[in-house]
């Protein structure tokens, strides 16, 4: 009985894990890409992989994970699957304390933007799942199932075709839970300015000189004449500083270099921001409607600019082939990869509040600034629009919409299959007393 409880008590630990891990890497499967690219380079693999290749382990592995953590819920293939979990933790327990010890990335990623681990605590992490899953594997057939073996196949393959699908879904629109700082409904005026007011990480510098064969270290307070000869210098960290959600995140004009990013957060107003970390591997099957959102917002008064980590060459050639008469600033790669999962991607503030966020395959269209009583008049402001209003979806409201498309379903599923098998063991007990007797 004891081994029966700590089996299943493991089993529940793991497999709730996996499937938090899988699912949250499953709803931004290009913050999980972004995450393997960072490895790629730790490993100096990052000529050897390209962004297809890392965007397509990030699907298999969000549904490796998710599956692994479906079937040990429901004991699907016991043997095999604790085995599996087994392997998986053997290979990744080792690579978490190499990422303690080393620190190549500062959080591993297993659980996307949802939650932050340090590398210590990630291999702590792993070694409580790792005992788990060798607890799972002694005694696989102690899992108690939810399922006949009948239809073992309907939820695995169920399972396997809604984590795919919703990390297909996340790529084409824009991840269905957005755990970032800047997602819909972030005052970005209120947080930049928390940010800037912060007190800032202090490092101190430390010099090593000589002179007529006798080495001392000397800081900038008491840096010595020019008679000695510079040897080493080292810089250590004194002061942690604050942490904010928003960092790093600065806006600067291409044709001078000056910093608007206050002028463009203290704007009162509509602005438009079209995202593009990479303009030279931008999607430009929708560069008609960019163009169509830009001259709206000429014709209304809102600024409209262009945001990328490209270089004067890329942004010549984005000209040149879309015709974009917006202006072009300058903002760090990372910065953009993390304000939308889209290249290119489009963000609407509105006195310095996030209004709104579209992928490129989800634009505003005519339709969308039209009067809806008038289809042919005048395309109204964005006060009158609802897509000028702020409405982010709350996170139960999304998890509602899950639970509708999944676990509802499997949740059905498992209770017609128990009751199933519950009125056969009930025909089977009602013959055996017709035999006996």
């Not at 659980?111 to 005694?139: E, H, I, M, P, Y």
């Not at 790093?248 to 079209?274: A, K, N």
């Not at 072009?328 to 963000?347: A, H, Q, V």
């Not at 289809?375 to 897509?387: C, F, G």
Request: some cysteine; overall charge negative.
């Amino acid at each position: 009985m004891l081994k029966k409880i700590a089996v299943n008590t493991c089993r529940a630990i793991v497999a709730l894990t996996f499937i938090f891990s899988g699912f949250v890497k499953a709803v931004d499967p290009l913050g999980t890409q972004y995450k393997l690219a960072d490895y790629a380079e730790a490993w100096h693999l990052q000529d050897y992989t390209s962004d297809f290749l890392l965007l397509s382990i990030a699907v298999a592995l969000a549904a490796l994970e998710f599956c692994i953590g479906i079937c040990l819920l429901f004991a699907i293939h016991r043997r095999a699957t604790s085995r599996l979990a087994l392997a998986v933790m053997l290979f990744m327990t080792p690579l978490t304390l190499w990422l303690a010890i080393d620190n190549p990335v500062s959080d591993c990623g297993c659980f996307g933007d949802a939650v932050k681990l340090t590398n210590w605590q990630t291999f702590g992490k792993n070694v409580v799942l790792l005992v788990c899953t060798a607890v799972v594997a002694w005694r696989p057939l102690e899992m108690t199932r939810f399922v006949s073996l009948t239809n073992q196949w309907i939820v695995l393959n169920f399972s396997a075709l809604f984590i795919v699908l919703t990390a297909l879904w996340s790529l084409y629109t824009l991840p269905q839970f957005d755990f970032r700082p800047y997602r819909v409904g972030t005052n970005l005026r209120e947080a930049y300015r928390q940010a800037q007011e912060a007190e800032q990480p202090q490092f101190e510098t430390t010099f090593i000189l000589e002179k007529n064969g006798e080495r001392k270290e000397f800081t900038l307070d008491n840096y010595p004449d020019t008679t000695w000869t510079f040897i080493d210098s080292k810089t250590v960290q004194t002061s942690q500083g604050e942490t904010t959600e928003i960092h790093d995140f600065s806006i600067e004009r291409r044709t001078d270099g000056e910093d608007i990013t206050q002028e463009i957060l203290d704007d009162e107003g509509y602005t438009f921001l079209l995202i593009a970390p990479h303009l030279e591997t931008a999607d430009d099957s929708q560069l008609d409607q960019i163009n169509g959102i830009y001259e709206y917002a000429q014709e209304k008064g809102y600024p409209f600019y262009c945001l990328t980590a490209s270089g004067d060459d890329a942004t010549d050639k984005w000209t040149e082939l879309t015709g974009a008469e917006y202006p072009y600033c300058t903002t760090d790669e990372t910065t953009l990869k993390t304000i939308i999962r889209s290249n290119p991607g489009l963000l609407l503030l509105h006195d310095g509040l996030i209004t709104a966020k579209w992928s490129h395959n989800q634009l505003p269209s005519e339709e969308d600034f039209a009067n809806p009583n008038q289809p042919d008049s005048e395309p109204l402001k964005l006060e009158q629009l609802a897509i000028g209003q702020a409405s982010p979806q709350s996170t139960t409201e999304k998890a509602a919409r899950m639970l509708m498309w999944y676990v509802v379903p499997l949740s059905i599923l498992t209770i017609a299959d128990r009751t199933w098998a519950w009125t056969r063991w009930i025909k089977r007990r009602r013959r055996k007393k017709e035999t006996n007797n």
